[in-house]
């Protein structure tokens, strides 16, 4: 199996941390998406959606790190304990509402704190403007209560006693705005906790690989800046920014 990944990237830590943590050989093809390696036209011909993770599976191709999640579990289920993606129906969807939910929640907020703060200065020429900083925050602030309250209540993990691939499509997600420099964890105990028993699965090792370039995020711009591509990617942020 390979999987084309760049650890700036939340879904791509979270396919690589998978399948680090339960086993599954692959081989690390990396897209360097600051260099703009996903516009190549090798990229092209494996995806045309040109974006990462993509996983090849002998010729089959795949791409959406959720659907690439539970393509593991499934198909090395054999091996990969139950408590990832539960074969009880109810536990199973309760991994699946999380997985639904946090596309257009957490991952939405979470990313945009993290552009706000890393990407807009290259792709804008200037700060981003404090009121679209902070709705960001707010909106991201949200997300987080209701991984809290409504997710996690009060168990170890959001489906129950073990964690699963909803624990971390979460992890990885909440630590992107990290990256670039917001404590999100401040004054929430709770999800402290949480972080670290999820941490503690995986171990810290592996944790702190699959996130290494992501506390480096400062560098981000510099590296963008050398992207023979930018002034092509430019009018998308743009339009984003806006
Ligand atoms: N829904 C997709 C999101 C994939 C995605 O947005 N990947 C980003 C990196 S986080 C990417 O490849 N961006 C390249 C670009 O937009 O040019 C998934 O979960 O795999």
Redesign the pocket.
Known sequence: MELYL?L?????RSVFMFAKAVGIPFEFKM?D?SAGQ??TEEFGKLSMI????VMKDGNFVL????A?LKYMAQKYSSSVPDHWYPADLQQRARVNEYLSWQ?MNL?AHG?KVFLFRTLYPVMMGSEAPKEKIDAALEDLQQSLNLLEENFLQNKPFIIGDKISLADLVAVVEIMQPVGSGVDVFEGRPKLIAWRDRVKKEFGEKLFDEAHDAIMKASSLPQKLQKNKDLEM?KP?YQRLFR
């Open positions: 760049d700036f990237s939340q879904p791509c897209v998406l996903q516009f040109r974006k990462i993770p791409t959406e790190s959720i690439i596309h991952r990313s990617i998308k």
